[in-house]
């Protein structure tokens, strides 16, 4: 039986420069090429054991950047719970000052933010966050965040998104940035409490989970620099599980009105739902109205014939009929076709839709829901 790897205690469940470690004494070069730890980027190593989520990319580029960088958009909603908003194989994306320079970096998206200096803030509660030293160098040669720019149909959509596809900085309501940690998922925090004195060897840089935009300047971040289909998931999300609100949302938009990306921003906010129970859920929607369908409600009550009030999840009343996304969704009354059956029961026509149809075959799936709601009396 190998023997196990060494992994001194003041680095257990921690990220780190490698570098420090070795100059204290802690761990070998060799040593650091071992399973205990897993290199994340260049010198900066984590304990093996954490999981490899986006928070922990995350905190591994906080390592490399400067204590003025903030998490925002999608990285910093994943870090407020939204957990389809990145994954570990991810880009990070962070906030500037719009004067400080860093260099490209692997994995790393840079935005520009506010004048000379970053927003006021209250500090980041990471415990045993590292500052790191900056980066020098130029910006990446392109910083431009391209966005897919839905179909030309206004019918039933607020507005559409302006032809704007610049990198945007926002000003965050209240300094924009929140700190409270978030909970991995095994219930870990992200770095260990160090000593009263912090921690036993000195200038050793670790990286608690780092402070980012607050939802509703997150949602703004996201709604701006990510595709419609995946931008409105995030912010269905950030709204179901109240960690923002519509009345925010028009706020941070009306404040924002005259910045590039403030027409895109209100659209992406108008077409969000906080109903929404997943993101293929969410695009589903997005997508049938971006083709020019009527808006559907969602999670639409029906009473059915047992007394039950069952839930459509994308339905147009005045026609009865609904779409039913996949069948992981299954609310009161059994599993997903019995309540499909139910709800055919009750009079509705109901379409179900994989997620394999919805990714492959969604032209299919435009020409079944059209004919369905022609077929009701629908008339484009």
Same mark, same amino acid.
């Given at each position: 039986m190998p023997p196990p790897p060494h992994r001194p205690a003041v680095l257990a469940w921690q990220v780190f420069r490698g570098s420090d470690a070795i100059r204290q004494g802690l761990v070998t070069e060799h040593q650091l090429r071992s399973s205990a730890w897993l290199r994340l980027r260049h010198d900066v190593y984590a304990d093996a054991r954490l999981d490899r989520d986006?928070?922990?990319?995350?905190?591994?580029?906080?390592?490399?950047? &400067?204590? %003025?960088?903030?998490?925002?958009? &999608? =990285?910093?909603?994943?870090?407020? +719970?939204? %957990?389809?908003?990145? =994954?570990?194989?991810?880009?990070?994306?962070?906030?500037?000052?719009?004067?400080?320079?860093?260099?490209?970096?692997?994995?790393?998206?840079?935005?520009?933010? +506010?004048?000379?200096? =970053?927003?006021?803030?209250?500090?980041?509660?990471?415990?045993?966050?590292?500052?790191g030293p900056g980066v @020098?160098?130029? &910006?990446? !040669?392109?910083?431009?965040? /391209?966005?897919?720019?839905? @179909?030309?149909?206004?019918?039933?959509?607020?507005?559409?998104? &302006?032809?704007?596809?610049?990198?945007?900085? /926002?000003? #965050?309501?209240?300094?924009?940035?929140?700190?409270?940690?978030?909970?991995?998922?095994?219930?870990? =925090?992200?770095?260990?409490?160090?000593?009263?004195?912090?921690l036993l060897v000195a200038e050793l840089r670790t990286a608690g989970v780092p402070a980012r935009t607050d939802p509703t300047a997150a949602a703004w971040e996201t709604a701006v620099w990510l595709e419609p289909l995946r931008a409105v998931g995030?912010?269905?999300?950030?709204?179901?599980?109240?960690?923002?609100?519509?009345?925010?949302?028009?706020?941070?938009?009306?404040?924002?009105?005259?910045?590039?990306? +403030?027409?895109? !921003?209100?659209? /992406?906010?108008?077409?969000?739902?906080?109903?929404?129970?997943? #993101?293929? %859920?969410?695009?589903?929607?997005?997508?049938?109205?971006?083709?020019?369908?009527?808006?559907?409600?969602?999670?639409?009550?029906?009473? /059915?014939?047992?007394g039950l009030v069952l839930h459509a999840d994308l339905g147009w009343p005045a026609y009865r009929v609904a779409v039913a996304p996949d069948g992981r969704h299954a609310g009161a009354g059994g599993g997903h076709l019995d309540r499909i059956a139910q709800l055919v029961g009750a009079g509705w026509l109901v379409l179900p839709v994989t997620g394999r149809r919805l990714r492959q075959d969604f032209p299919g799936v435009l020409r079944e829901v059209r004919a369905a709601l022609g077929a009701r009396g629908w008339r484009p």
């Open positions: 986006h928070a922990l990319a995350c905190r591994a580029a906080a390592l490399r950047l &400067p204590p %003025e960088a903030v998490v925002a958009g &999608p =990285s910093a909603a994943y870090l407020h +719970g939204v %957990e389809h908003a990145a =994954s570990f194989a991810d880009d990070v994306h962070f906030l500037v000052p719009r004067t400080m320079r860093l260099g490209p970096q692997r994995g790393l998206r840079v935005h520009s933010t +506010g004048p000379a200096t =970053s927003p006021p803030c209250a500090p980041a509660r990471s415990r045993g966050a590292g500052d @020098p160098g130029r &910006p990446p !040669a392109d910083r431009r965040n /391209v966005a897919a720019r839905p @179909p030309d149909d206004r019918r039933n959509v607020a507005a559409r998104p &302006p032809d704007d596809r610049r990198d945007v900085a /926002v000003r #965050p309501p209240g300094g924009g940035r929140s700190t409270a940690a978030r909970p991995s998922a095994t219930g870990r =925090s992200g770095a260990v409490l160090p000593p009263p004195g912090g995030i912010v269905d999300s950030l709204l179901r599980q109240g960690l923002t609100s519509r009345e925010a949302l028009v706020g941070i938009a009306d404040r924002n009105a005259d910045r590039p990306g +403030g027409r895109r !921003a209100r659209w /992406v906010f108008e077409l969000a739902d906080p109903g929404a129970r997943s #993101p293929a %859920e969410s695009e589903l929607r997005v997508r049938l109205v971006l083709a020019g369908l009527p808006r559907p409600a969602v999670r639409h009550p029906v009473r /059915v014939a047992s």
